[in-house]
């Protein structure tokens, strides 16, 4: 697993946690912060995850609009709380982060969501993903 993976699947823990528990993400953040600092050779996926979720806390309402926008029928309420996480991340590579490719931002969430979520999760991300890429 590349570094790049490894760090999207530590941004979903920290993103997940912090809706579940309904903390704030910068403070969940800075708790994961800590933890890091104490595990120097997982430094480059940490050093990924931060920049991951740091794009999510400064460009939140605009991420959350996109994926309210272009996902038929569900709000963000709705959905499940790995779905969010996910969404959240891939809609910030593909709008926010150019040194990474629309497709393998769509394919990377779509693994994470086969992985950690329900049976129709990856479809799901793929189709609202795939929208706002073609929109943007």
Partial sequence: MSARSK????????????DVRGDD???TLAVEAK?????PAREASWLYARE??????????????QITTFSKDWTLARM???????????VWEVLF??????AVAIDEA????KE???????SFVHGVLARIARAS
């Fill in 7 to 18: 760090a999207r699947k530590r941004a979903l823990d920290i993103l997940y946690q912090s």
């Fill in 25 to 27: 993400l910068a403070v």
């Fill in 35 to 39: 933890r890091a600092a104490n595990e």
């Fill in 52 to 65: 991951i979720v740091d794009g999510v806390i400064d460009n939140r309402d605009e991420i959350d609009e």
């Fill in 80 to 90: 499940p709380a790995v779905d969010r996480a996910v969404l959240r991340i891939g």
């Fill in 97 to 102: 982060n150019d040194q990474v490719p629309a």
């Fill in 110 to 113: 779509v693994e994470l969501a």
């Fill in 116 to 122: 950690f979520s329900t049976d129709g999760s990856g």
